[in-house]
Structures are given as C-alpha cells and as structure tokens.
C-alpha cells in the first residue's frame, strides 16, 4: 500500500502529487540532449530531474514502482492501456528476431486476435498447456497464458506451464487475479501483464497497462514506449495508484461475494450447479 509513497512524509504530503508537466527546464542543452540518447539508447531510468513526459513521468513511476513491489519483480512498465503493453512486449520480442508466440487459448478477445492477425509481424501457435513444450521453436520469444482467462475464468497451472517453456518467457496476463490472489513470478513466470483499467483501477474510470518483469526487459520496454508513444497519462497514474490502495479490500470483497453466490446456486433447486449435483448423486 505504501510503495511508491515512501517519501510523502519528507514531502509534507498525505496524497501523491499529480506532475502534469510535458516538458522540464533544461539548464544545459548539450547535457539533456545526452540524456535523452543514452535513455533511448539503454532504456535505463534517468538519474536526475525529469526530461521529457515521454520518457519518464513521477506520478507514473510511483505507480510503477507499487505495481512492481506488489508482484514480486525487479521493476514494472505502464502504458496507456493493456493492448499497448502487450503491443510493446511482442515488439521488444520481435526487435531481437523472436516473433514466434506459442499462446494458450482461452485469452482475451483482443490480445487473441492481435496474435492472430500477426499485425506486429508475429507469428502464433495456438495449443493447449500440455503442447506447449512440442510447439517452442528456435525464433520462440514468447509463451502466453492468461489465468483465469478473460471471460471463462479457465485457470491454468502456471508453474507446470513455465517448466514446460524452458528457457522461453513465460507470459501471464494476471489482470483478473491481481496480485492480492496469485503472484505468477513466484510460481515461474518472467513477465506478468496487466489491463490496470480492469480490478488495479477498479472504480471504471481510467484506462491503463502495465508489465511487471526484471529490470532488462524493463529497459527495452521503456525503449519502446518512447519511440511508440504508448505512455500513460500522470492523472491515469494517480488514479491507479489510488486504486492500489483499496486493491485488496476490494478484491476480498468480491471473492466473498462469488462464494456467496456460488453457495445459493448449489442449492438452489433451479440452477443447473443443483441439478448436475443431484444427478451425480442419483
């Protein structure tokens, strides 16, 4: 709940300051020029005063630094939404010639049809987790599986999954667990996606996406959402951050209530949960 806040006390502030700025003052032309190269050169977050929005925001990262603590890795990326980031790992995939994706399905109707529609310049093998291991190929840079899955909330064993990848990266979208219910890194996965428009966000009114990783593909990340332009915005940041805060009220609640709802549907006589349960006792 903290994380990202540390300093707000030295601040003499209680709420995350919202820095709408595009640009920074620059005191020595040549120095910033230097900085923007060596940050689209290297990815790495620049040591001093912001430069430039596209680049790096300080609302965004404070966001990014929570989201990171919450899953468990070494750094996390925001993008505008949960498309751009994916559209930003398959392009920091494929910039280093792995455009081969092995995919399990079910996955989100719109990440599933960007694989599919090889739009990027990918390629994608569709299989079910037990082809995984059969279907990785020497350009593989990916494997992608979303637990539970967007809408059929299939759940799949993430740590047989990343023992079957190998040495390829295993990709979790984690959007509808969130990290209060499953921290995929723990169980093997390398990268873990959010659509933070969804439960990070949780009040309907921001739209956002983030990729928790180690800190070398946070870089070529960062790379990519500089040249593309996927940013997201300072006041989506803090709204996101906001929502960190009631996350795992929030999701406690909600579990409650699906069990709740799950109980009454067991018993009653109308629902089809009573009458499978019934003809098997029968």
Known sequence: MHAGREDLADLGLHAPP???STTYPSYDARAEAARIDEFATTGARLDGPPVYARLDNPTVARFEEALARLEGTDAAVAFASGMA??????LARASQGLRHVVAVRPLYGCSDH????GLLGTEVTWTDPAGIAEAIR???GLVMVESPANPTLAEADIRALAHSCGSVPLLVDNTFATPVLQRPVEQGARIVLHSATKYLGGHGDVMGGVVACDEEFARTLRQVRFATGGVLHPLAG??????LSTLPVRVRAASTTAAELVRRLATDPGSPASTTRGSAAR
């Not at 960007?114 to 529609?117: G, I, W």
């Not at 803090?238 to 929502?243: A, E, H, M, V």
């Open 18 to 20: 919202i820095d709408l």
């Open 85 to 90: 980031a994916l559209t930003a790992v398959l």
């Open 114 to 117: 960007l694989l599919d529609a």
């Open 138 to 140: 020497p350009d593989t």
């Open 238 to 243: 803090y709204l996101l951050l906001r929502g």
